[in-house]
């Protein structure tokens, strides 16, 4: 379950990177009832999402060349520099940092030995995210890869997660977990790439999930805005309904209803 303490290795912050950041707060303010505000004139165009007044996500314009419109989950480390080094060194790539924003914290974007994408935040005087697992904000994160057996090692190595393997239909999902906090501290998965994403050349990447009410209605919300969806809803005993969907840029995520814990 993720929440807002932050243990070393847990999801503290996700950005969306948008070709048209003024399209993509109507379609997510519109979907998940969030209002956008402005980082200001020196932002580079960056703002962030609320909830309540509560910062749930942020959104920027692309910034890398040849960059296509994706969610950034970011993992909290005490120490980016250090965390970018542990990264080079059990095969993955420092795309681009480490760097101070400001005074909010220092970040760096990587990426992981099978293609994955995603970041740290070192936090400054902004911690992370201020709402998570409820009706509108990231209640969990996935990350599906090529290669499990190369990917499992190399996150073991950068933020010492804890994993626990468990049957999932034809195949075997990982459970991950920060050091320290047991399986009910558990903040993500990580499976084998589907057929179809490799059937679209798609490669490894994270996938952030968003609680909501009702996903049917949801999807069709999506649907309405411009969105896509990229599979069949899915409802698993004990976990929720779910499905994967994408932006009107291509931007993928998930929307879950979950199972209510103990029931």
């Given at each position: ?40 004139p020196d932002g580079g165009g960056y703002g962030f999402f609320r909830q ?15 960059a296509t419109s994706a969610w950034t989950l970011y993992f909290h480390t ?186």
């Amino acid at each position: 379950m993720l929440t807002t303490d932050f243990a070393p290795g847990a999801p503290n912050w996700i950005d969306l990177g948008s070709p048209d950041t003024a399209a993509s707060q109507d379609f997510y303010g519109r979907l998940f009832g969030w209002t956008f505000d402005s980082a200001g004139p020196d932002g580079g165009g960056y703002g962030f999402f609320r909830q309540d007044g509560r910062t749930v996500a942020a959104l920027g314009p692309l910034t890398e060349e040849g960059a296509t419109s994706a969610w950034t989950l970011y993992f909290h480390t005490a120490d980016a520099d250090r965390t970018a080094e542990l990264v080079a060194r059990a095969g993955g790539t420092v795309r681009f940092g480490p760097f101070d924003v400001f005074t909010a914290g220092r970040m760096a974007n990587l990426t992981d030995p099978t293609g994955a994408r995603f970041a740290v935040w070192q936090p400054g005087t902004t911690r992370g995210l201020e709402a998570v697992t409820t009706v509108g904000t990231l209640c969990w994160t996935e990350l599906h890869t090529t290669n499990p057996e190369a990917a499992k090692p190399f996150y073991r190595t950068v933020f010492e997660w804890l994993e626990q393997d468990v049957p999932f239909g034809d195949f075997t999902y990982t459970v991950v977990s920060p050091t320290g906090g047991g399986t009910d501290a558990s903040q993500g998965g990580i499976a084998t790439l589907l057929d179809t994403d490799r059937a679209a050349h798609m490669g490894s990447y994270w996938l952030p999930y968003f609680e909501v009410a009702q996903v049917d209605a949801t999807v069709a919300q999506a649907l309405e805005l411009g969105g896509t969806a990229r599979g069949e809803v899915v409802e698993e005993p004990g976990v929720g309904r779910f499905v994967q969907l994408a932006d009107p840029h291509g931007a993928a995520f998930s929307v879950i209803a979950s199972v209510p814990p103990g029931s």
